[in-house]
T-cell receptor
Framework: GAVVSQHPSWVICKSGTSVKIECRSL??????MFWYRQFPKQSLMLMAT?????????EQGVEKDKFLINHASLTLSTLTVTSAHPEDSSFYIC????????????FGPGTRLTVL | GDSVTQMEGPVTLSEEAFLTINCTYT??????LFWYVQYPGEGLQLLLK?????DKGSNKGFEATYRKETTSFHLEKGSVQVSDSAVYFC????????????FGKGTSLLVTP
């Protein structure tokens, strides 16, 4: 099946720094990638949808200047958490969709971000 | 807006027990319904899906039937194994939200030998 990777798998940073998370589709071209955020024992909440070569569409309540998303190629999307604060600590999950089959989304393993 | 409600976990069962994880939804129109499974340290994987009322999705011994009259998509398995221990997410996708998924909170399942 299709594989999506995320890097890093976990990161600890100081408050005020920026952190970049990569999401890669390893064996297919992802025309659309989604970024989700998951708090402990909570659901995955959609943050934004990004289509290759165009600006991301953010969900209501998600600050686009805080969470910068770039989808510059069909195999890579990045999420940058700018000026991170402790409340940004969470589990970030990406998924990728390409026109390769049954409209299925393939998920990355997630990135655990801890902001001190 | 659309929403998905799952039964609270964790659920602990002995091997070979019967499993039911309840899932109900609220949505306009005719959403597609999904169950995803997340094994420890891995990404979410699609377990099964149903795209219209009365459809039954099945995979690896798991089944779920899309019940429009009760707005439910309960997950069942007749005999669970230790290897089924994971977190299970019910989700829906509505055509008016593109391909984005709307998830329930997840139900943790632990199967003991």
């Amino acid at each position: 099946g299709a594989v999506v990777s995320q890097h890093p798998s976990w990161v600890i940073c100081k408050s005020g720094t920026s952190v970049k998370i990569e999401c890669r589709s390893l064996d297919f071209q992802a025309t659309t990638m989604f970024w989700y955020r998951q708090f402990p024992k909570q659901s995955l909440m959609l943050m934004a949808t990004s289509n290759e070569g165009s600006k991301a569409t953010y969900e209501q309540g998600v600050e686009k200047d805080k969470f910068l998303i770039n989808h510059a190629s069909l195999t890579l999307s990045t999420l940058t958490v700018t000026s991170a604060h402790p409340e940004d600590s969470s589990f970030y999950i990406c998924s990728a969709w390409g026109a390769q089959g049954d409209n299925e989304q393939f998920f990355g393993p997630g990135t655990r971000l801890t902001v001190l | 807006g659309d929403s998905v409600t799952q039964m609270e976990g964790p659920v602990t069962l002995s091997e070979e027990a019967f499993l039911t994880i309840n899932c109900t939804y609220t949505a306009t129109g005719y959403p597609s319904l999904f169950w995803y499974v997340q094994y420890p340290g891995e990404g979410l994987q699609l377990l099964l899906k149903a795209t219209k009322a009365d459809d039954k999705g099945s995979n690896k011994g798991f089944e779920a039937t899309y019940r429009k009259e009760t707005t439910s998509f309960h997950l069942e398995k007749g005999s669970v194994q230790v290897s089924d221990s994971a977190v299970y997410f019910c989700a829906l996708r509505n055509s008016n939200s593109g391909y984005a998924l709307n998830f329930g909170k997840g139900t943790s399942l632990l199967v003991t030998p």
